[in-house]
Nanobody, 115 residues
C-alpha cells in the first residue's frame, strides 16, 4: 500500500522559512515525477513545484519561483519543499503528489503565514 506522509507545516511570520517533507512508502511503478500542490481556503488546488524522476529537472509556479525549492532524497524516499521569503498569500494546505502509472496524494500539511 502506497502512503505519502507530509510534515513540516506550521505558523510562521511573513519573510520566514519552512521546509516541508514528504515520506513515500510502498511500491510505486514507473515514477515519472514528484511534486507539491497547495489549496487555500475557498480556492482550488494549485500546482506549486515539480521534480522529474529521470533527470531531476524542476518546474515552479510563477508565484513561488525564486522563493521555493523542491528536492528529493531517493535513499530516504523523501521529497522536500524549502520555502523562503514566505508571504501571507502562501497560506494553504500543502499536498505532496507522486505520479507513476497512478497519481498518489498525501493528506496535506497546513502552512499559515502571518503578516
Amino acid at each position: 500500500q502506497v502512503q505519502l506522509v507530509e510534515s513540516g507545516g506550521g505558523l510562521v511570520q511573513a519573510g520566514g522559512s519552512l521546509r516541508l517533507s514528504c515520506v513515500v512508502s510502498g511500491s510505486i511503478d514507473r515514477i515519472n515525477a514528484m511534486g507539491w500542490y497547495r489549496q487555500a481556503p475557498g480556492k482550488e488546488r494549485e500546482f506549486v513545484a515539480l521534480i522529474t524522476n529521470d533527470d531531476g529537472s524542476t518546474t515552479y509556479a510563477n508565484a513561488v519561483k525564486g522563493r521555493f525549492t523542491i528536492s528529493r532524497d531517493n535513499a530516504k524516499n523523501t521529497i522536500y519543499l524549502q520555502m523562503n521569503s514566505l508571504e501571507p498569500e502562501d497560506t494553504a494546505v500543502y499536498y505532496c503528489n507522486v505520479v507513476g502509472i497512478y497519481s498518489y496524494w498525501g493528506q496535506g500539511t497546513q502552512v499559515t503565514v502571518s503578516s
